[in-house]
């Protein structure tokens, strides 16, 4: 029997049964605070149907990428640490550049310093182009490029927000749609595109038929404009995801399982 004395902090949740994934996000980040791990658990556990969402589906598995920016304990928050994707440490690490700031609350777009996250996620090579989602979690945020990547005005996966979103390509888009907390895009068919924001209520629904799908990665605080970060944003993002579109009852356990994530560490 290990003694509880014998076991490093980053290994000692494992003994008290953490979900695998969850425990390889932890090692892979260096999460050491109690809270967080346990925030991180559970959230986890929540994607996977197997926590206290409102539908308890799995969504986890529709997943492609999940930064769920976790500070390290409740005094340390690192760049490091918000680079890794929950869904899977070994794929889509974050590379930052132009030095964007980590805080408790999460990862701070320093608009117009022009920083941003390159991803390695390219649409062509990781979604279908009319069964795609991609949105984010965040706060305070200002004009400027969400996330997403866009060869050129015909076949943007990218989020504008304050002035105006652009949809899964052509020219979807709604003025002031954004609002802080949970904001979901994504195309269900070749002439279906459509936005949540908050208690998965649709904001937005377009007929816009799909034309190409992206062949370049995706960037966060900045959209990848033809391989350049074009407009980096403002404000504060606790999660960015993406992966394949989700029914209503998925999305609503989505929004629930990043506002018990986020409620647990205090933001």
């Not at 050491?32 to 658990?41: M, R, Y």
Request: charged fraction near 10%.
């Amino acid at each position: 029997m290990i003694s509880a004395t014998t076991i490093s902090p980053l290994n000692r949740r494992i003994v008290d049964g953490f979900d695998t994934n969850a425990q390889a996000f932890i090692n892979a980040a260096g999460i050491t605070g109690a809270t967080q791990q346990e925030a991180l658990n559970q959230l986890v556990l929540d994607l996977k149907g197997k926590g206290t969402t409102t539908n308890n589906t799995d969504v986890w598995g529709d997943l492609d990428f999940l930064y769920p920016m976790c500070p390290i304990d409740s005094i340390t928050a690192t760049l490091t640490a918000f680079s890794f994707n929950l869904i899977n440490t070994n794929k889509f690490q974050v590379t930052w550049f132009n030095s964007p700031s980590a805080s408790q609350s999460g990862f701070v777009g320093n608009r117009p310093s022009g920083s941003y996250g390159a991803t390695s996620y390219i649409p062509s090579d990781n979604s279908l182009l009319n069964n795609h989602m991609y949105g984010y979690f965040g706060t305070g945020t200002s004009l400027g490029e969400v996330m997403g990547c866009s060869q050129g005005s015909n076949n943007p996966y990218n989020t504008t927000n304050g002035i105006q979103f652009w949809g899964i390509n052509s020219s979807f888009n709604s003025t002031g749609l954004f609002v802080d907390g949970f904001n979901l895009i994504q195309r269900t068919s070749f002439n279906n595109s459509e936005t949540y924001v908050n208690s998965s209520s649709i904001s937005v629904s377009s007929a816009i038929a799909s034309s190409s799908i992206p062949t370049i990665e995706y960037y966060l605080g900045a959209r990848n404009l033809a391989g350049f970060a074009s407009s980096s944003c403002g404000g504060i993002f606790s999660a960015f995801f993406a992966g394949s579109s989700l029914s209503v009852s998925k999305i609503q356990d989505l929004l629930d399982s990043l506002t018990t994530y986020n409620t647990s560490l205090g933001r």
